[in-house]
């Protein structure tokens, strides 16, 4: 027979009190300036400005799922639906932001807790499904690759409250010894095709917009970089208007870019884990590189068939 010793679940409940509210702080700093503000020195991350706060969250990077999950690197679409679809399937008001990283952190937390206060063995076991689902199927499927984005623009606390996301959502995945050892998430599953050596500018701009399609989670701040690193002009706006008129400058150049950033995105990937979302990541930005060397190649008809439609 063994003995509990004195104490022991009180310890147990205090750490996980302490996960599910070091996930809320989390969640926190990618809302609004104000809430970041509080949560990350809470964290010990330090105060990023608000203008800080907006040029990340609302600018450059959007934590929302359906920018990486969905065909066009859009907000809203297929993408967002099946997210709410699941809020909906967990009996969940899933409101107007379904996808928004902040609600979808703070969720994980409030399962969390749920399953903690479960009295049935039975409805702990229910809700940590639920959990699970919702780390394997909605925040592991482009979290990892978001937060290596936002680390990228580099505003220190910020790019601290980034990894430190990622750390955490690792080691709820590596806790969740059943989630990791399904089918991939249907996102990628049902993932539109890679891109082609026979795609079209239209084609070509399209995809590099869309993280799901080539891997590369692309930035206005990256973007600007490569024009300075390469000597020509950047088109302050969208970044598919940005990218084309890059292409249009020196085809040859931006293409190499746009290989070597497919290269170091599949690298990034790699480093996530050795899960299969974080590989089929890796695999995809390696096939864009592959596409990306032979349009190199043949540059100057990368410009044959271009349209003008805006990059929302």
């Known amino acids: 027979m063994t003995t509990t010793p004195p104490g022991t679940r009180a310890n147990t409940a205090s750490s996980h009190t302490a996960r599910w509210e ?15 503000a509080t949560a990350s020195r809470a964290l010990g991350l330090g105060h990023a400005a608000g203008d800080q706060h907006t040029q990340v969250f609302v600018l450059s990077c959007p934590p929302r799922a359906a920018i990486h999950l969905g065909p066009e690197g859009k907000l809203g679409g297929e993408a967002q639906d099946r997210v709410a679809g699941f809020w909906r399937a967990i ?11 902040c ?14 206060a479960a009295l049935r063995a039975g409805t702990r076991s229910a809700v940590e499904r639920m959990r699970h689902a919702l780390l394997w199927e909605h925040l592991w499927p482009w979290v990892p690759g978001y937060t290596r984005a936002v680390e990228q623009l580099d505003v220190p606390v910020i790019s601290a409250w980034a990894r430190l996301t990622r750390q955490v959502l690792t080691a709820e995945l590596e806790a969740g010894v059943g989630a990791a050892a399904g089918a991939s998430p249907l996102a990628l599953r049902e993932a539109p095709p890679p891109m082609r050596t026979d795609n079209d500018l239209s084609d070509l701009l399209g995809g590099v917009v869309a993280p799901i399609r080539t891997g590369i989670v692309l930035t206005r701040e990256a973007l600007a970089g490569a024009a300075g690193a390469i000597g020509i002009g950047y088109r302050i706006g ?14 040859p150049a931006t293409l190499a870019w746009l290989r070597s950033e497919a290269r170091r995105w599949a690298v990034r990937h790699h480093r996530s884990g050795d899960d299969t979302c974080s590989q089929w990541w890796s695999r995809r930005a390696w096939h864009t590189a592959t596409v990306l060397g032979s349009l190199t190649r043949s ?14």
Not at 22 to 36: W, Y
Not at 91 to 101: A, I, N, Y
């Open 238 to 251: 969208e970044r598919r208007f940005a990218l084309r008129a890059m292409l249009e400058q020196d085809p």
């Open 299 to 312: 540059a100057g008809a990368i410009l044959v068939g271009a349209d003008r439609h805006s990059d929302p």
């Open 91 to 101: 009996g969940l008001d899933p409101g107007t932001e379904p996808d928004h990283l």
């Open 22 to 36: 070091l996930i809320r702080a989390l969640a926190a700093v990618c809302d609004t300036p104000d809430a970041a």
């Open 103 to 116: 609600y979808l952190l703070s969720l994980y937390a409030h399962l969390g807790e749920s399953g903690d």
